[in-house]
């Protein structure tokens, strides 16, 4: 088990870093070359800019049992689909169960917003969220 990170904009790194720490778990985190990350405990794997280039590097390396960390519901689904787990920065758990409703509505807002309508933009990172993200995190690990 190897926990995956989506990083170009995750929040909460710090907070995967302490329960990866907690479990002797590896971390790898994914960016694009236009981002600058740190870290005294992950591996940091820089990709080529381009259009989903991370996404498909994440998707690409994902292995069985492994925990990944995206906000992107594509990616969420690609790698539920190789037996991986998936988890939102804010600590939501895709599964197999919800992963098509995500899918679909992010379908519906897309068309919404190409039709010059507005859609509801997210609720801003809290304490709740940090959290979820911790406990979701070692509720899987702990599987």
Known sequence: MRIIVDADACP??????KAAQK?????????DINHI??????????????FQ???????NETK???IVITQDF??????????AYALSPKGNIYSNDNIERLLFERH??????????????AKKRNSEDDKR????????IEK
């Open 23 to 31: 479990n002797y778990i590896e971390v790898i985190m994914y960016c």
């Open 37 to 50: 990350l740190k870290s005294d405990y992950s591996k940091i794997v820089y990709v080529d800019s381009g």
């Open 74 to 83: 594509g990616v969420a689904a690609m790698v539920l689909g190789k037996n």
């Open 133 to 140: 993200l911790y406990n979701s995190l070692i509720e899987i």
């Open 64 to 66: 069985k049992g492994d």
């Open 53 to 59: 280039s991370v996404d498909m590097k994440i998707v």
């Open 108 to 121: 519906l807002g897309q068309k919404v917003r190409r039709g010059g309508g507005r859609t509801i933009n």
């Open 12 to 17: 909460g790194r710090e907070i995967i870093e």
